[in-house]
């Protein structure tokens, strides 16, 4: 038994929730989804694959150098805010697909980053060896057996390392909220699949790509509005 602001999480309900770019959107971060492969302006395969990172580090690093800067620039909004303050009252588990840190900014406690974090590097030999990284990383930056660092982010083509972790979380599940995530990205999109079938799933996005059933509730509004909305309907 443990504490959590004050109240015992043994009898809480275990609220998982998979977020992904749509709740970052309203703080105003872009996604490259909403520009026809095109993020910030570059081709996803430039900046986003291994490859990409071979055939010109110093373009990479520079987009993930504009990426880290624009956190400082944002604030979380109140979806997730919303989503911080269901601690309270549930033992909640955030699976992200984003690589900010604005759900940890808000207060959320418990978050689980699939793609990882624009706040931390590795090193290009050893994926274990990851540190806190808030400034600029250029080349020449090393790790302490001397190999580049890169940015801790999974790029396309990579394996997903926390995606184990993430499908024992969803086996908890006794409440699933997707938000601001299409579902259409995979291994995330698959995890919906390891929660038991009695488990409810409520669906936010102002165009679901999913349809109501008995067990699913689409709430077809953005994350802010629809996070309003789901707080309703949990009480």
């Known amino acids: 038994m443990s504490l959590r602001n004050g109240k015992t999480t043994n009898n809480m309900k275990h609220l998982v929730v998979l977020t992904g770019a749509g709740v970052s959107a309203e703080s105003g971060i872009k996604t490259f989804r909403d520009a026809d492969g095109l993020w910030e302006g570059h081709d996803v395969m430039e900046v986003a694959t291994p490859q990409g990172f071979i055939n010109n580090p110093e373009l990479v690093l520079n987009f993930y150098n504009q990426r880290r800067k624009q ?3 944002v604030e979380p909004n109140n979806a997730h ?3 911080a303050k269901l601690e309270t009252n ?3 588990t955030i699976i992200t697909q984003n690589v900010d840190d604005l759900h940890e900014r808000a207060g959320s406690s418990n978050v689980i980053h699939l793609h990882g974090e624009l706040l931390k590097v590795k090193s290009t030999k050893n994926e274990t060896d990851v540190k806190s990284w808030t400034g600029d990383l250029n080349i020449g930056d090393l790790c ?3 190999h580049q660092l890169r940015p801790h982010i999974v790029w396309f083509g990579e394996d997903v390392p926390m995606i184990d972790t993430a499908i024992d979380i969803c086996e908890t599940a ?3 909220l997707i938000i601001g995530t ?3 990205v995979y291994p995330a999109a698959g995890l919906i699949n390891y929660v038991p079938a009695e488990t409810p799933v409520y669906f936010i996005d102002p165009n679901p790509s999913i349809s109501g059933t008995n067990r699913i509730t689409v709430i077809e509004e953005s994350a802010t509005k629809g996070m309003a909305t789901f707080v ?3 009480k």
Request: aromatic fraction near 14%; hydrophobic fraction near 40%.
């Open 182 to 184: 299409s579902m259409q």
């Open 90 to 92: 549930y033992r909640v």
């Open 144 to 146: 302490e057996k001397g």
């Open 71 to 73: 956190l400082y620039e």
């Open 232 to 234: 309703e309907l949990l």
């Open 174 to 176: 006794d409440i699933l």
């Open 81 to 83: 805010y919303d989503l």
